[in-house]
């Protein structure tokens, strides 16, 4: 069972660039989400879904978008990468509001804009 | 604005020790409260909490929630370097989409 998967597990970005961090999930999990963790700062929401075609922002959405067209896939796209957005990313995803669940990380893709 | 507030920040104890991690918040309608271990790479989960004064355990971890006063402990006994680790505190509002708020976690380094 290979849980929340994550790709790439590293990334180097030149400003202006573009990437999508790709995000898939084995469970048939409703809820995925997209976090950012930086020094010291926690991990802050970007994103999340509570189903397919449903996509909503968390609290740091900015520079950031996201799509879910299955139930299994995430992504996260950046579109003008900038050295505010250097970071260690990670997919998350949890049965529901009302099950008790808790979150199932995955190992997270950590990115650097230069 | 909701806030989780984890002390301390970083902890470098001796094998055997004893430590207590704290965490406290302030989330309109919580819900609940969880705790994550992460190492290198991926937080894995270690408990959730929502009634006040039930201690949750696991082997040499264990944990309780004080709703009245807002904060919850995390205590380690007989610590052992595979506990090296940032411990996350996380809370739960009624946020659609359980959505979390995560405090900047405490760096626990166990010296052999």
């Known amino acids: 069972n290979a849980g929340v998967t994550q790709t790439p597990k590293f990334r180097i970005l030149k400003i202006g660039q573009s990437m999508t961090l790709q995000c898939t999930q084995d469970?048939?999990?409703?809820?995925m989400y997209w976090y950012r963790q930086d020094p010291g700062m926690g991990l802050k929401l970007i994103y999340y879904s509570v189903g397919a075609g449903i996509t909503d922002k968390g609290e740091v959405p900015n520079g950031y978008n996201v799509s879910r067209s299955t139930t299994e896939d995430f992504p996260l796209r950046l579109e003008l990468a900038a050295p505010s957005q250097t970071s260690v990313y990670f997919c998350a995803s949890s049965h529901g509001r009302d099950s008790g669940s808790p979150l199932h990380f995955g190992n997270g893709t950590r990115l650097t804009v230069t | 604005e909701d806030k989780v507030v984890q002390s301390p920040l970083s902890l470098v104890v001796h094998e055997g020790d004893t430590v207590t991690l704290n965490c406290s918040y302030e989330v309109t309608n919580f819900r609940s409260l969880l705790w994550y271990k992460q190492e290198k790479k991926a937080p894995t989960f270690l408990f959730m909490l929502?009634?006040?004064?039930i201690e949750k355990k696991s082997g040499r971890l264990s944990s309780i929630l004080d709703k009245k006063e807002l904060f919850s402990i995390l205590n380690i006994t007989a610590t052992q370097t595979g506990d090296s680790a940032i411990y996350l505190c996380a809370v739960e509002g009624p946020y659609y989409g359980n959505k979390l708020v995560f405090g900047a976690g405490t760096i626990l380094r166990v010296k052999s």
């Open positions: 469970m048939n999990h409703n809820y």
């Open positions: 929502t009634s006040s004064g």
